[in-house]
């Protein structure tokens, strides 16, 4: 039971490329979730997904997109890399619950631009 | 407005010592709130739940509405407790809204 899968773990981009974060769940999970997180800050909701064909805006959405075609894969998309861009991105999911379940996290992307 | 607050970016103690890592929230609703830790090379998971009113390694966390608070208690630190310790605030469809994060180290 591998959780939440992330790759890939480290990449550098040049401004202006674009690329793929992928994130996958095995746990059936509904709900998934991408954050961003820059040095001494919280981690900041990016986009969301309560499930397959339905995604909305984080608290951070502008430079990313989203899809959600499956319920294991969540894949945010960076279309012009930009250096504010930088951070640490996980992956989230969690199952809905008559209270707020746990987020279940990947392992995270380190992503440089530069 | 939505906001968790942890006042301390670092948090430094020894062995046996007792723990308080500080959370306040801001929140319209009933809040849920949830600690989670990262320990060194690890992903961060989940370590306690205010809805769950237990005690995970010897951590526990009351939610006090009074105070807007849920600070995260140990009566005896232990080296293995040294790691990086969030405190977050679920929102609808179980959103996280983060503190900025309490790094959190024992000395021997």
């Known amino acids: 039971n591998a959780g939440v899968t992330q790759t890939p773990k480290f990449r550098i981009l040049k401004i202006g490329q674009s690329m793929t974060l992928q994130c996958t769940q095995d746990m059936n999970h509904n709900y998934m979730y991408w954050y961003r997180q820059d040095p001494g800050m919280g981690l900041k909701l990016i986009y969301y997904s309560v499930g397959a064909g339905i995604t909305d805006k984080g608290e951070v959405p502008n430079g990313y997109n989203v899809s959600r075609s499956t319920t294991e894969d969540f894949p945010l998309r960076l279309e012009l890399a930009a250096p504010s861009q930088t951070s640490v991105y996980f992956c989230a999911s969690s199952y809905p619950g008559r209270h707020n379940q746990p987020q279940h996290f990947g392992d995270g992307t380190r992503l440089s631009i530069l | 407005a939505q906001r968790v607050t942890q006042p301390e970016k670092l948090l430094s103690v020894f062995k046996g010592a007792p723990v308080e890592l500080k959370c306040n929230y801001s929140y319209s609703g009933s809040p849920e709130l949830f600690w989670y830790v990262q320990y060194s090379r690890q992903r961060l998971q989940l370590l306690l739940r205010?809805?769950s009113r237990e005690s995970i390694k010897g951590f526990t966390a009351d939610l006090n509405k009074g105070e807007t608070s849920f600070h995260l208690k140990k009566p005896f630190a232990q080296e293995e407790d040294s790691a990086m310790y969030y405190c977050?605030?679920?929102?609808?469809?179980?959103?996280?809204?983060f503190g900025t994060g309490t790094r959190f180290l024992v000395s021997p």
């Open positions: 977050a605030l679920s929102v609808g469809f179980q959103k996280l809204v």
């Open positions: 205010h809805i």
